[in-house]
Structure formats: structure tokens, C-alpha cells
């Protein structure tokens, strides 16, 4: 009975012990696995990237942080609007931008049909934002009468709300295509605003 346990013992010794062996093995094949697509992964970034010359000025990298607490570091936000820098309308002329806002701010104020309260820039140009050679020029109309009828915040809302807005837009779209604007475009649903009117020109007299 002895020899019998002695013997089991033995056996249950030896089980574990290549367990413990197949687990360290499959550990390693895993780790130098996990190093050989890292090594690939650096090659591949070399030939994307190649190597920093010493002259380059961004050869020393620097730690940028955000903190949003009040007097906390600013400096990612720093950096990120100098990298922006370059791409923004900066010293760029506003002649064109606001010719067009001239324009269709002189022409809705003459439309016989709206009464418009006031205008507001919106999108990238209002926001100082814009990309050069790249933008738009977002104008938002505060309309308070259409065609006699003194609109309230209730009449933009529900389907008559809709109905009212879709109608605007056609009347409106019509009435700049007649004031020599011919390259206008309505969207009922676009990406950024809904029952918008697009106008567009490729030419600094077009505004």
C-alpha cells in the first residue's frame, strides 16, 4: 500500500512538473512572438518615418499637457494652435469672405417676402477658424416675417414648422437664382444645417 502511494506521488510529481514546463515554453514562444511583430512593427515605421537628421529643429521631442483646471498647464493647446498655424487664414485677405456676407446680407434685406431680424457668422468663418483656401462662409438669417406673416417660435416647429421652412427656402432659392445668382443650391438635409440655401461662386465679382 505504501509502494502504491509512494508510486502515485511519483507520477503526480511528474505530471506537474512537465505542465509547468509546457507552460514556461508556451510563455516564451508568446513573448518572442509578441517581440517579433514589434520588431516588424519598428521596421515598418522606419520606412514610413525615416530616421530625424540632426539638424531637423523637431529632433527633440517634448512632453506637451492639458490641464483643464483653472491655471493649470496649457501647453498641449499651446503647441497644437502653433502646428495649426500655418494652415489658418492668418494674414490672409477677408475681401472675398466678405464680399459674398456683404451680398446676400444686402439682397435678403431687400427680399420682398422676409423681414430678417439679424445675421450671425457661423461654421469656421464666424469661428475664426477656417482653413485657407478651404472654407465656406456660413451666414445664420434671424427671420421674423415671410411673406406678411409675423412668425413666432411656435410656427418653426412640428410639421407645419417643416412645411413653413421648406416653402422659405424655395421662395428664397428663387429669389437670389432671379438676382443674377445662378449657381443655387437648396438642401433640405444636409451634413451640418437643415433647409439651408448654398450659393456659390468662383469668381471674386460673382460677389
Not at 495649426?84 to 487664414?89: C, E, F, G, Q, S
Not at 437643415?194 to 460677389?207: A, L, P, Q, Y
Request: with cysteine; hydrophobic share 40%.
Amino acid at each position: 500500500m505504501a509502494s502504491l502511494t509512494s508510486t502515485s506521488m511519483t507520477q503526480s510529481t511528474q505530471v506537474d512538473s512537465f505542465v509547468a514546463q509546457a507552460q514556461a515554453l508556451a510563455q516564451a514562444l508568446e513573448a518572442q512572438a509578441r517581440l517579433s511583430k514589434a520588431s516588424a512593427a519598428a521596421q515598418r515605421l522606419r520606412q514610413v518615418f525615416p530616421p530625424i537628421s540632426a539638424g531637423d529643429p523637431h529632433r527633440t521631442l517634448k512632453m506637451m499637457h492639458l490641464d483643464l483646471t483653472p491655471g493649470g498647464d496649457k501647453s498641449y493647446v499651446r503647441h497644437f494652435n502653433g502646428e495649426l498655424r500655418p494652415l489658418t487664414a492668418q494674414g490672409v485677405s477677408n475681401a472675398e469672405p466678405q464680399a459674398a456676407n456683404h451680398l446676400i446680407h444686402k439682397l435678403l434685406v431687400q427680399c420682398p417676402v422676409l423681414k430678417v431680424d439679424r445675421f450671425h457668422k457661423g461654421g469656421s468663418f464666424g469661428r475664426r477658424t477656417l482653413v485657407r483656401g478651404a472654407f465656406d462662409v456660413d451666414l445664420s438669417v434671424f427671420v421674423i416675417k415671410f411673406q406678411e406673416r409675423a412668425l413666432k417660435v411656435a410656427d418653426w416647429s412640428g410639421e407645419a414648422g417643416e412645411r413653413l421652412q421648406r416653402e422659405m427656402q424655395r421662395v428664397v432659392a428663387a429669389y437670389l437664382r432671379g438676382q443674377g445668382l445662378h449657381d443655387v443650391v437648396e438642401v433640405e438635409h444636409g451634413t451640418h444645417y437643415k433647409h439651408c440655401v448654398n450659393v456659390s461662386g468662383t469668381r471674386t465679382e460673382d460677389f
